[in-house]
């Protein structure tokens, strides 16, 4: 079983300020899904990484996949409200493999 | 409308009482899949079928089955609900090939007392 820790599990931080959070694992991925969980809504794609070093940005949002295609981050700039929800990270380790998700983590950004 | 089509959104239901949840996608997918969401613990996988013919379990299998009625429909069964199997069920679809992108239902809201 292929697992994805992401860090931090809880993180409460102002508008305006800058955060990272990560998504870890001792397994090779073949890609990995960042989503966006808002409450009583089903988790939507952000973002697909496929390349090792490969580096996307969003808008204020870089996702980031390691160089060993086992890790990933995703960094915000100057968070607002509206970026408040619960981020998860879902690793394919191949295509003929299921989808794992990291339990993910969630963020609360205050006015 | 959704892609992805839960039913029903919310349902309170009485310890040992026999309950489906159902699923219908309009997306062509072959993949779908049930997730359970608790608190704290992310999206737990129950079971997955990648086609018609094809089911297989998940890490929390135990307590459910489920049936792949066609393409675009797969149910999930607790077939003597428990209080512990209160839970966000989410319902899920993806290619096969090319975007592996996951498109979810909207969930279901179970509550077991």
């Known amino acids: 079983t292929q697992l994805l820790e992401q860090s931090p599990q809880f993180l409460s931080i102002q508008e305006g300020e800058n955060l990272t959070v990560y998504c870890n694992s001792s397994?090779?991925?073949?890609?990995l899904q960042w989503y966006r969980q808002e409450p009583g809504e089903g988790p939507v794609l952000l973002v697909t990484?496929?390349?090792?070093?490969e580096v996307k940005k969003l808008k204020r949002l870089t996702f980031q996949f390691g160089d060993a295609r086992k890790d990933s981050s995703l960094h915000i700039t100057a968070a607002q409200p509206g970026d408040t929800g619960l981020y998860l990270c879902?690793?394919?380790?191949?295509?003929?493999?299921?989808?794992?998700f990291g339990k993910g983590t969630l963020l609360t950004v205050n006015p | 409308d959704a892609d992805v089509t839960q039913t029903p959104r919310n349902r309170i239901t009485k310890t040992g009482k026999r309950i489906m949840l159902e699923c219908s996608q309009t997306?062509?997918?072959?993949?779908m899949y049930w997730y359970r969401q608790d608190p704290g613990l992310g999206l737990r996988l129950i079971y997955y079928?990648?086609?018609?013919?094809?089911?297989n379990k998940g890490e929390i299998s135990d307590g459910y089955s489920v049936s792949r009625q066609a393409q675009a429909k797969f149910s999930l069964s607790l077939e003597s609900a428990i209080p512990n199997q209160t839970a966000l069920y989410f319902c899920?679809?993806?290619?096969?090939?090319?975007?592996?992108?996951?498109?979810f239902g909207q969930g279901t809201r179970l509550t077991v007392v």
């Open positions: 079928s990648f086609d018609v013919k094809d089911i």
């Open positions: 990484v496929v390349t090792g070093g």
């Open positions: 899920a679809t993806s290619s096969d090939r090319g975007n592996t992108e996951a498109f």
């Open positions: 879902a690793g394919l380790p191949g295509s003929n493999y299921k989808l794992t």
């Open positions: 997306k062509g997918h072959d993949r």
């Open positions: 397994s090779v991925f073949s890609s």
